[in-house]
């Protein structure tokens, strides 16, 4: 089983995260916002990983620092559980729909990270201030698990759709990339690695 946990302490958040990519789909989240807490367990379900979250912050400032250090911890905890990446896919992608939206999401576990993130929501609804986060909190997945990762909605009118489409999608994505497929001998790579340091 490829398991992880981390826990990361500031004076703004506390997050305690374990993951298995070999799960199921079970989750427990709670990360003291219900549409981030609705949204990563969407992510677990689909993406068949386990995933416990405990995250606690300074929402009476902001949403900005606890969405953030979320987005850290679980890059943090992929790459962990990930390892050396023997026999993994590497490449994952979805095309996502949920009622008016589509979401295209495509992942390389390279160990590059960047982010491509093509995201206009028309409204923001009752999602106000909590929106334009979302792309800090993939950024900071990015970074700290070591992916490339394009986020391309293609179409939508309602905010909780569009974001329902990209969680799903990700899930989706990350199973496939994360996956040991039985023909790959050692790292899916000409380099012999896919570690970036």
Excluded: C, W
Excluded at 47 to 75: P, T
Excluded at 83 to 110: C, N, V
Excluded at 162 to 168: C, D, L, R, S, V
Excluded at 182 to 192: C, F, L, M, N
Aim: positive net charge; without cysteine; aromatic residues 6%.
């Amino acid at each position: 089983m490829r398991k992880a946990r981390i826990e990361r302490k500031t004076k703004e958040t506390t997050v305690k995260l374990s993951i298995n990519l070999d799960g199921k789909g079970d989750y427990k989240i709670n990360t003291s916002i219900p549409f981030l807490d609705h949204m990563l367990s969407l992510m677990a379900k689909h993406g068949h990983m386990d995933i416990q979250l405990d995250a606690k912050g300074d929402v009476e400032v902001d949403y900005h620092h606890l969405i953030e250090d979320i987005g850290i911890v679980l890059g943090e905890a992929i790459k962990k559980a990930l390892g050396e990446k023997l026999r993994i896919r590497r490449y994952g992608e979805s095309l996502t729909p949920m009622d008016e939206s589509l979401a295209q999401i495509a992942i390389d576990l390279s160990g590059r990270p960047f982010l491509v993130y093509k995201v206009k929501p028309l409204r923001e609804g009752t999602l106000k201030g909590i929106m334009p986060i979302f792309e800090d909190f993939f950024r900071a997945l990015t970074n700290h698990g070591g992916m490339n990762l394009h986020i391309i909605l293609h179409y939508g009118r309602d905010p909780h759709h569009i974001f329902e489409a990209i969680f799903k999608g990700l899930g989706r994505a990350l199973r496939s990339a994360v996956e040991i497929h039985p023909k790959i001998k050692g790292v899916p790579s000409t380099k012999g690695t896919v570690l970036f340091k």
